[in-house]
C-alpha cells in the first residue's frame, strides 16, 4: 500500500462525532492519538458519556461510547495520567483509519486532537514542510510560555 504524504498539521474528520476540519497536529513521537474533552462520565449501563469541546473545535459535541478501556499514559517527562481511550475512525487525506484514541484536556494546546503513531503506521510519510498548521496560533501559544518561563526565573 502506498504511503500518503502529510504535513505537522492536517485537517481531519471525526464522522462518529459529527467533525469535519479538526485542526490536528501530527505527533510522530506519540505512540497514541488523543482527542480534546472536557468531561467524561461513566453510566451505570457500561457506557461513557463524553463531552468533546476546545476553543478551537466550532462546538462542543457529547457522544456516548458502548466501549472504553482505562489506561496509564505517560508524558515524555515521566509523568503518569490514567485516561479513558476510545475507539474512533479517523479520515486524514482521504483515508480512514480506525484507531484508539486517549481522552484528555487539550484545552491549552493549540490543536483538539493528536494524531499519533498508532494512526501512522504504515500509511503515511510526514513532512513538516507541507500541512495546514496554525502558524499564529502557535506563535502565540509559544509567546506565553515563553513569558510564564520568565515569570517563574
Known sequence: MDKTLIG??????????GLSDVNARIDTGAKRSAISTTSAKEGKDGSLTVVFAHPNLPSAVTHTFATFERINVASSNGHVEERYMVRLSVELKGRIVRARFTLTDRSSQVYPVLIGRNVLRRKYVVDVEHGEAL????????QQLQSNLKKEA
Not at 485537517?11 to 462518529?16: D, N, R, S, T, W
Not at 502558524?135 to 509559544?142: G, I, K, L, S
Open 8 to 17: 505537522r498539521a492536517e485537517k481531519v474528520g471525526l464522522a462518529q462525532l
Open 135 to 142: 502558524e499564529n496560533a502557535e506563535q502565540v501559544r509559544t
